[in-house]
Structures are given as C-alpha cells and as structure tokens.
C-alpha cells in the first residue's frame, strides 16, 4: 500500500514551521522563530512577512531531511489558511500553492485554531500516546482566543463559549505590561508567580452568563490596584512583584476552570483537554491535574512545543483531511479574523 505523507506549513504570526506526517506519525517539525519583534514589544506584521519569505524555504528543505523524504514523496501539501496576520498567511499559503501546482499534488487548507486542538492527536512512531475520546472538551487558550469547544469528530468542533473582551493570554501581556515586564509577559507571570503567595490580592471576577469569559474587568481591577497602590508606596510592584503575579495568574485559571467545569458538569463530558499558547501555564496544568483527581475526568495537556504555533498540528490536521480526500482549490484565499 502507498504511504500517505503529507507536509503542513504553518505561518499565521511570527513562527515559520513546517512539518512532514507520514501515515499518521510525525516524522519532523522545525520552526524557526523571529527574533526581529523584541525590540517592539509586540509582533509588526509587516516584518513578520517578510523574516517568513526569508525562513520558509531553508525550513521546508530541513524539515523534509530531518523526515528523510523528498518532494518526490509528498501525498499533499497543507497550509494554515487563517486565522492570523494577512501578511503572514499569504506568505505560507502561495508557496503551499506553488509547491502543489509544480508537483501535482493536492492541497489542503486547515484552520489554525482548529490545528491546535488536533494536536492532541500528533503521534511520534516509538513514543506511547493517548489521544482524546470523541466527544471531548477543548480549553483553547492563547494570545487572541479564549474558547470552549465541543469536539465531537476531527472536524465537527463547536465553540460553546468564548471570550466576549479580551483573551486569557492577553490579559497575561497586558498586565505584564502594567508591571514593566518584557513582552509576552505571560511566560514572565507564570515563573515569578512560583515564589508567590496567590491569595496575597483580591482582583476582580466576571459575571457573565453560559461558558462564555471576559478579561477586560480584571484587568481594569488590577490596573487600579496598582495605580493606588503606587501612590503610597512607589516601590510597590517591587516589592509585591512575585504576590501580584501568583495573585493574578490564580484569578485568571479560576476563571478559566470555573466555565470548563461548568460546561463538562452540564454536558456530561470527562474527556477534557487543553490547548493553545496559554496552556504552557504551570498553574493552568495544575489546575488540570486537580480536576482530573477531583472530578474523574481524564485530561489532555499538550507537549509545550505543541502549545506554541507549529506545523506539525498543521500536517496531522491535514492528513485527517488527505485521507477523506477532502482538498481545495488553488483559488482559496487566506482569512485574517477567527471563524471555526
Ligand atoms: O497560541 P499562542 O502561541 O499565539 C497567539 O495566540 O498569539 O499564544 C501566545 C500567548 C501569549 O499571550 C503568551 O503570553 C501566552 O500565550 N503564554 C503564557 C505562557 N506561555 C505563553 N501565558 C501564561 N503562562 C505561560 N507559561
């Protein structure tokens, strides 16, 4: 029987990734970074096209050697369609579409957000794995999207609840930012909030109806908190640094896992799993880890060099689309705004 290999290349924001799945297992994911943004605080979509024009063909060519294949064996090629930067995307999906044109292979669009739940399913031939239960929960969590999905197939997926403000990984920056801290303040939040107390401050919870979440309020209220606080004392947020930060991060996964454990408790769901850039939070996986004993549900957290943007939940995505044959055409356009 032929091998179905399929290449994903993935470049939404500011991560250049590619990588190959070959029947099912990963056999490479190389992403190449840009470094370009940190003297902005923030990604500059115009630069962050043109490092991918740079990156994309030098990290094709090594993630096909490091799988030990050549274009030659290519099935099909997929390719992040959106949601991310226009720019980006166009970027990653014109060379999709000329590497199929010039080989003769089919193509396969796949939607990032949808990527990152499916990397629950990413399976490396000589490592044991477990992969969710169809029907599962899906926390998905990251810098632009705060979401519950229902998940009932590969792509049946349902948004039952979403952030109505702010996203989890935003409100992270955003208060980082507050604090003085580099951005993405979020990784920054979660290391300094290991040597704090988070019952050291009260912020501010929201009162919103169903599985949906809002983060602006929290963020006013620990904006405020600090302003006062400073007025007294201007060394506060030194002094108070790490309390704030174990504080905040506490407020933000109660937050999280009150909705999550709403919806399996209306639902009747236990298969639970988390994703997305948020979910490399340390007290976010604790958290996970005590639900799982408290409330029996089986959970799913992904490897961190799945919770970050990559290629190789693109490729998986698109092998479970190549198998159903379920292609596009070479008319498809990348789309910037989150749609599922
Ligand atoms: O999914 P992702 O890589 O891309 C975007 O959606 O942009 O998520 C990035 C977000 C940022 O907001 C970053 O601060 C947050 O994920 N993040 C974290 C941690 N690692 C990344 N937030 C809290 N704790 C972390 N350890």
Redesign the pocket.
Known sequence: MSRITVLGIESS?DDTSAAVIQDGFLRSNVVAGQKVHEAYGGVVPELASRAHQQNIIPVVDAALKQAGIGVADLSAVAFTRGPGLMGSLLVGTSFAKGLARAKGIPLVEVNHLQA?ILAHFIEVESEAHVSPCFPFLCLLV????SQIVLVRDYHDMEVIGQTIDDAA??A??KCAKVMGLPY????W??RLAAQGNPKAFQFSKPHIAGYDYSFSGLKTSFLYKLRDALVENPNFIEENKTDLCASLQKTIVDILMDKLKKAAKDLGIREVAVA???S???GLRTAFEEYAQRYRWNIHIPKFAY???NAAMIAMSGYFKAINHDYIGMDAVPFSKTRF
């Open positions: 924001c990152h990251s810098g632009g999207n990984g935003e992270f920056d993405p303040g979020g990784p939040i979660d997305g850039g948020v490399a939070n340390s919770t970050t943007d």
